[in-house]
């Protein structure tokens, strides 16, 4: 190979490179805001995917587009082309590089979801069967996620057909709208009724399957004040699109004046999309031809939250 090719080649893989690096960063700006510190890791990998997928992808591509244009036979060239019996040093390239890009993909997704510390079922029928003296693991230095000695905000997350809520016991608050302090460490125990659901928040990158008869502790840290949405990610029957919150992050300050005044709110029903919809449609005429589950009776709650309360409650 001469000196001309390869740094031809020298060049195309610098561009290659620097085209996958500008991918990798726009890809940040395809996910809403970063509103948690699990999204910080969450975006971080997949900016990392995408770059190594956009390098791949290009390389992939441009050597077939370069065969296709420049390496074809004369029109009326129909002889054989030369003999090629096999290159090891070539096939131990090709099965090595990609055996390493799986292990650092593995090795660094692994890092990622360990610090966010997200389990599936199985993993935490094993936590439960595993003795409590177990020894804690200790953080990495190069951790992003809090200290382990920060205060932790308790909440209680139950979910049933088709409806959130959430409980604060330390001030006896039951609430449909989610209310979290900015920069603390929040700790939910999440609750089923029936079957399984899925806690997910688009905006914190969080998401947990959580399991009938099992208490689960969730843990996360939201990092950006504003308002954003809690939905079901597992089907969970007829109404499961209805089954979405409203999740408050505010500062401590304001965090604690809600609670306050919600704690002198008497409880009442909350209104519940899945409810209403079941009833209107118990009261027509029609008969579909199909059952479906009753929906659960509108929670009890100290608070449901400003864009409920707009709908006559």
Sequence with gaps: MNIRRILTLVVVAIALAGISLWMGQQAYSW????????????DDLFSFLVTLGTFIFLG??????????????????????????GNITL??????????????????????????????PMEHVHLEMATAEAAPI????DSQMPDSNEPIERIEVLSRQWAWEFRYPEQ???????????????????????????FYIPAFRVKQDIIPNQAIEFEFTPIREGNYRLRDSQYSGTYFAAMQADVVVQSPESYQQWLAQAAVQPPKAAYNQAFEEYRRASETAINAGW???????????NYSGSNQQNKGL
């Design 60 to 85: 992939v591509v441009g050597t077939l587009t370069y065969s296709v244009l420049f390496q074809q036979a004369g029109k009326y060239d129909l002889s054989d082309g030369p003999a090629i019996e």
């Design 31 to 42: 996910f809403p805001p970063q509103a948690s510190a699990e999204s910080l890791l969450v």
């Design 138 to 141: 200790e953080p990495s230095p």
């Design 291 to 301: 059952k479906t589950v009753v929906p659960a009776a509108p929670p009890m709650v």
């Design 172 to 198: 006896s608050i039951s609430s449909t709208e989610l209310h979290l302090p900015n920069n603390h460490r929040i700790k939910l125990t999440l609750k089923s009724e029936d079957v399984i659901h899925g």
């Design 91 to 120: 096939e131990i390239v090709w099965t090595a590089i990609p055996l390493a890009l799986v292990i650092w993909i593995a090795a660094y997704s692994y890092q990622v979801y360990d610090q966010m510390s997200i389990l599936g």
